[in-house]
């Protein structure tokens, strides 16, 4: 994608680092911040430098090349892993992304692990994007859809959670992929951006996108989604997933359980959009998904600009307020209309997914 006409991807080499876009700093200064070890990508991760699933999994698995050209052993490739994958706990991609490369690099002599990684990581990059380019394209057939099936309005409302756009991903993104597909292709989109606190990923991450690609959208509190589709202002939802069990089960951003069930509640589509490498075929209930809770800090406290263009953090609780910061929900498969992967779009069943994904089925739990 594009910010101010250059190409970006979230994650690339450059010279002997590999650079990544610090997304805490956005929307307000691109910076581009260089990861020179596997403790910088896990620093990178575990503080939100990088966020979403597949962008995760990326830089996962370049911070392994790097751990292989610090010290290529097999003790360290074992300890950096390990260090890696307790990062961030529920996004199934870190995990996959890091067995991926393990897979490649313990069979291989330690003189050859270096540039083995690099190459696996890379690889593990540009497959991302395929990946969600083909989500685009299969969710642009359904907004195509269902533009047609509404009578051509003049303006078609979608509703997003979170951020799950090219930012989220190395190139393109999963919920918003679809998004830009049908912008491009002169569908007239307007997209409600749920803030999505208490980090503001929406507020910050998706409008920024929105905005560089010239999207239509408008921010909203999160607390407005339901009110939305109420009056019919919403006709179809879309978000992205950091883990999707075998049976259809998602669990994406602390909010989207409550979209879910708004939407079901006045019957407005709600699709879930994922890479293959965010399924978990090992688990079949959602509710056994790991949840991460994240510091108290960031639902007691909020960052921005102040007037005089200084990025600032500011305390919005009293002193003496304990405050719960659990960072992703669940939202049972029965509330999802439909999971847009690479290879098509399925129910959100077990059945469903093995039919796109029939080589999976010894592993499907």
């Known amino acids: 994608m594009k910010i101010g006409g250059k190409p970006y991807r979230t994650i690339w080499r450059a010279e002997d680092a590999v650079r990544v876009i610090d997304q805490t700093r956005l929307p307000f200064e691109l910076t581009e911040v260089d990861l020179n070890t596997a403790q910088d990508a896990a620093h990178a991760i575990k503080t939100m430098i990088v966020r979403g699933a597949p962008c995760i999994g990326a830089t996962a698995a370049y911070g392994l090349a790097l751990a292989m050209r610090e010290d290529a052993s097999d ?3 074992d300890a950096a892993a390990k260090m890696l994958n307790a990062t961030r706990p529920t996004a199934v991609n870190l995990a996959w992304a890091l067995n991926e490369m393990r897979g490649v690099l313990a069979p291989l002599p330690p003189a050859q692990r270096v540039n083995a990684g690099f190459k696996k990581a890379a690889d593990i990059a540009d497959a991302d994007v395929a990946q969600c380019e083909a989500i ?3 969710g642009h057939a359904i907004i ?5 099936q509404k009578g051509k309005p003049k303006q078609l409302n979608i509703l997003t959670h979170c951020n799950a756009g090219w930012l989220a991903t190395v190139d393109w993104g999963t919920a918003i992929a679809p998004i830009y597909k049908a912008h491009d292709a002169g569908l007239p989109i307007h997209v409600w951006v749920d803030e999505t606190r208490p980090r503001n990923q929406g507020a910050s991450l998706t409008a920024f996108e929105l905005g ?3 999207v239509p959208h408008t921010v909203i509190a999160d607390n407005t989604g339901g009110h939305l589709m109420q009056r019919g202002q919403v006709d179809m939802a879309i978000v992205g997933s950091d883990r999707t069990t075998a049976t259809g089960d998602v669990c994406n ?3 989207t359980y409550l979209k879910a069930l708004a939407a079901h509640a006045h019957d407005v589509p709600f699709y879930v959009a994922l890479p293959s490498s965010t399924i978990d075929w090992s688990m079949s209930d959602g509710m056994r998904i790991p949840i991460e809770e994240r510091d108290a800090g960031e639902v007691t406290h909020i960052a921005g600009r102040d007037a005089a263009g200084k990025l600032t953090t500011v305390r919005i609780v009293p002193e003496t307020s304990a405050a719960l910061n659990v960072a ?5 498969a029965r509330y999802v209309t439909g999971l847009i992967t690479e290879r098509g779009v399925s129910p959100a069943s077990r059945d469903g997914l093995l039919k796109l994904y029939p080589e999976r089925a010894k592993d499907a739990a």
């Open 75 to 77: 003790a360290n490739l």
């Open 136 to 138: 685009g394209n299969h």
């Open 144 to 148: 195509a859809k269902l533009w047609e």
């Open 212 to 214: 560089s690609h010239g």
């Open 253 to 255: 951003k602390i909010g």
């Open 328 to 332: 992703f929900d669940v939202t049972p």
